[in-house]
Nanobody, 125 residues
């Protein structure tokens, strides 16, 4: 599946943004979906994910309580609602999908099969 991520932009610290991830064809039904981010000069890091077989959502400690991953009922879109943004959240954000990733590997970028292009989030102080 090809993915498209969008919704990034410039926001002040304390503000909110909602990122969207869509499959270019069809839906994301049957896929585990995750969000990662990469700040300049840093490694890509896990942000949030849900597994297709488990009803739970998973978050990095740095975003827990501020970010929420969700999908629409038709499984065409996956969202990352980001609240109380901090300057440290500035990064390119990527969505990823996989039908075969196992639960213990959700936070491992190398375990995801399909990636969208990044969308830039810039949080100003």
């Amino acid at each position: 599946v090809q993915l498209q991520a969008y919704g990034g932009g410039l926001v002040q610290a304390g503000g909110s943004l909602r990122l969207s991830c869509a499959a270019s064809e069809g839906t994301l039904r049957g896929y585990s979906v995750g969000w990662f981010r990469q700040a300049p000069g840093k490694e890509r890091e896990f942000v949030a994910a849900f597994h297709r077989s488990v009803g739970n959502t998973y978050y990095a400690d740095s975003v827990k309580g501020r970010f929420t991953i969700s999908s629409d009922s038709a499984k065409k879109m996956v969202y990352l609602q980001m609240n109380n943004l901090k300057t440290d959240d500035t990064a390119n954000y990527y969505c990823a999908a996989s039908t075969s990733i196992i639960l213990s590997q959700l936070n491992n970028q190398f375990s995801w099969r399909n990636w969208g292009q990044g969308t830039l989030v810039t949080v100003s102080s």
